[in-house]
């Protein structure tokens, strides 16, 4: 069996805040959502029964008010060329620091197709890494929200409500809403709801593939080696066998 639990990282601004609502959170099962909330109950959903043979994954969903997403287009670009020129490209446009910001491009699975590439910071990384290292958990790949919102048609823009947030997707961005910014971004184009069912299959698909993931670079985790004892035990009897062996002879 798959268990997954998936949480919504809070904002970073409202990581200080001891007011701040517990984070969204959903636990699935082999694909199907089982539970979920906006309390502390992920701490039980999360506990993992023992020797069952589950697999267990953790999914960390960053909100868009501080990873909002573009879309870039490269036609003719193969689809590694085509992410790395997304990211240069997003990092000459950005304001600021560049050597402050995290940009992350996910590599399309076709030629032509659009490039994600999601935007935040360092500083961003490092509170929510510390927030969930305080609660003993290390994620499997940390999502930004924004991703599981499909494209809407080419005649509106969507309104998709996710772990409490509201985001805009439009063709080339997802980004938190602001009732004075989006009839700006939106033009002559409608901004309809996205259907709750669909906007759940399209996070579950998500979840499935991750289209890009913030854990890369110098984010991307340690990798940890465990030692067996009963091989470690073996090779302590075989060393001591040579020794006798080696003075007897």
Do not use: C, F
């Not at 590599?107 to 999601?118: D, F, I, L, S």
């Not at 991703?147 to 938190?176: K, M, N």
């Not at 309809?192 to 906007?199: I, V, W």
């Amino acid at each position: 069996m798959t268990r997954s639990l998936v949480l919504w990282l809070p904002p970073v601004a409202a990581l200080a805040d001891k007011n701040a609502p517990p984070p969204a959170w959903l636990r699935i099962d082999d694909g199907v959502i089982v539970d979920s909330g906006q309390d502390d109950g992920w701490v039980d959903a999360w506990e993992k029964p023992q020797n069952d043979g589950s697999d267990d994954r953790l999914i960390a969903l960053a909100p868009v008010a501080d990873v909002p997403l573009r879309w870039l287009h490269y036609p003719d670009a193969a689809p590694a060329q085509a992410a790395a020129a997304a990211r240069i490209d997003t990092l000459k446009a950005s304001l600021g620091d560049a050597s402050a910001l995290h940009v992350v491009a996910g590599q399309p699975a076709e030629t032509g197709q659009a490039v994600p590439v999601a935007v935040t910071t360092h500083a961003a990384m490092t509170a929510w890494t510390e927030w969930l290292e305080a609660r003993g958990l290390a994620p499997a790949a940390i999502v930004p929200a924004g991703a599981a919102v499909p494209p809407p048609e080419p005649d509106h823009l969507w309104s998709a409500e996710l772990g409490g947030e509201q985001i805009i997707r439009t063709a080339a961005l997802a980004y938190a809403s602001d009732h004075e910014l989006d009839p700006l971004i939106a033009g002559n184009h409608s901004i309809a709801p996205l259907d709750a069912e669909r906007m759940r299959d399209a996070l579950m698909l998500t979840l499935a593939a991750p289209p890009l993931d913030l854990l890369t670079g110098g984010w991307k985790p340690k990798r940890s080696w465990s030692v067996d004892p009963v091989m470690l035990r073996w090779a302590k009897l075989l060393a001591i066998a040579l020794i006798v062996v080696s003075l007897a002879i």
